[in-house]
C-alpha cells in the first residue's frame, strides 16, 4: 500500500507542478494583457483532483487518520481553481486579476497542504 500511495502522492505533484508551470511561464503574458490559461493547467488541476481524492481513500484503507477540514479547504479551493480555468479555457485572453487569482490560489493550495499540521 506504501508505494501505492507514493506513486500516486507523485502524480498529485505533477498535476500541481503543471498547473503552476502554466501560471509562472504565462507571467510575462499576463502583464502584456495577453495571458491564457493552457490546457496543461486544466489537466493539471483535474490531476490534482482525481490523485488527491484517491490519496484520501488510501489513507483512509491503510488505517491512518484524515484531517478532513484540511481536505475540505484544499478541496474548495481546487473547485474554485478548476471552475475559473475550465470556464475561460477557451478564451484568447484572460483578465489580469483572474489569472493571477488562480496562480495565487494554487500557492495557497500548495501552503496548506505543506503547513497545516
Do not use: C
Request: hydrophobic share 60%.
Amino acid at each position: 500500500m506504501d508505494v501505492l500511495i507514493n506513486v500516486f502522492i507523485g502524480l498529485h505533484i505533477i498535476g500541481i507542478a503543471s498547473l503552476l508551470g502554466g501560471f509562472l511561464t504565462q507571467m510575462k503574458a499576463m502583464s502584456a494583457g495577453a495571458a491564457r490559461f493552457t490546457p496543461g493547467m486544466l489537466h493539471g488541476a483535474l490531476t490534482m483532483l482525481v490523485t488527491g481524492v484517491l490519496l484520501v481513500g488510501f489513507r483512509e484503507m491503510d488505517g491512518g487518520s484524515v484531517n478532513n477540514v484540511k481536505i475540505g479547504v484544499k478541496l474548495a479551493v481546487l473547485f474554485v481553481i478548476l471552475a475559473l480555468v475550465y470556464v475561460k479555457r477557451d478564451e484568447e485572453k484572460v483578465e489580469k486579476a483572474l489569472f493571477g487569482a488562480v496562480g495565487g490560489l494554487t500557492m495557497i493550495n500548495i501552503f496548506i497542504a505543506v503547513l497545516w499540521r
